[in-house]
């Protein structure tokens, strides 16, 4: 008779309101044989509220690989586990991917409990396109880094979603503005689900002049949002980068870059930007 294996269950818990745990999450955190979570003691709370008595262990950033083990073998022995994190889905952001992999990998059954999410809560009520859009999580932490991370998806056209804390989201808007331009529309979405809930609205230099002037905006958990980029019409791209390659060949980039936009009618540093991307310019800086 074929040995039972136990289910691994990745369980998605509230961002801020209790009140959004599913009933399908709930059952699930009763019925498993073991809870792994990020913080036992902020999981607790959760439990508690829900008068749930379900066992829990400690999974996280700390103790990823050597704790997956272990659960490894809890799910062989025919146990079941539920997998959450202090606040909405697993492994978004969070702890939890060493594990899935490796359950994977044994050929376990994974099955997720879907529930709240800060990013897709923040991108369905935003107003900004939702066709398409880059998960970016967390920024870089320093000003250099993020804005030469911030050149490798500066051509993105779907919307950009960002977390990043009430503490750096000011700098971090600023470093945004400063490489993606000055006209795309940006949303800050602070303190979701929560009793403070706020969107603001604006481009990214003025939303990082609204955080850095009022205290309260830079309060608890936020999400920002970023307008892709929108080619900027005129000639086509290929047309562009072959006129920008002649010029750029005799001329200082930004030179080439303004010669060419008068000739094929794009945007002076959207092809500055462009030439910087393919390699034109070499040794010339961004301002
Ligand atoms: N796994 C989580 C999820 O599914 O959304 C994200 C965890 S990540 C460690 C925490 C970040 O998510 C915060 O710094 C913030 O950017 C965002 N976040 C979480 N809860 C939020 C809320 N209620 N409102 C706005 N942003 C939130």
Known sequence: MEERRGVLYVVATPIGNLGDLSERARKTLTDVDLIAAEDTRQTRHLLEHCAINTRLTAYHDHNEARAAAGLIETLESGRSVALVCDAGTPLISDPGYD?????RAKGLSVVPIPGANAAICALSAAGLP?????????PPRTSAARR?????????????VFYESGRRAAATLTDLAAVLGETRRAVVARELTKRFETFLFGTARELAGRLET?????????????????????????EQERVLRILAADLPLRQAAGLTARLTGGRKNDLYRMGLDLGLGAGERDP
């Open 148 to 160: 030469a991370w911030t050149q490798t998806f500066a051509r993105e056209p779907g919307t950009l």
């Open 99 to 103: 594990l899935v992999a490796a359950a």
């Open 214 to 238: 009022d205290d309260e905006q830079r309060l608890g958990e936020l999400v920002i949002l970023v307008e892709g980029w929108q080619d900027p019409g005129g000639a086509d791209q290929a």
């Open 130 to 138: 939702s066709d398409r859009f880059l998960f970016l999580g967390f």
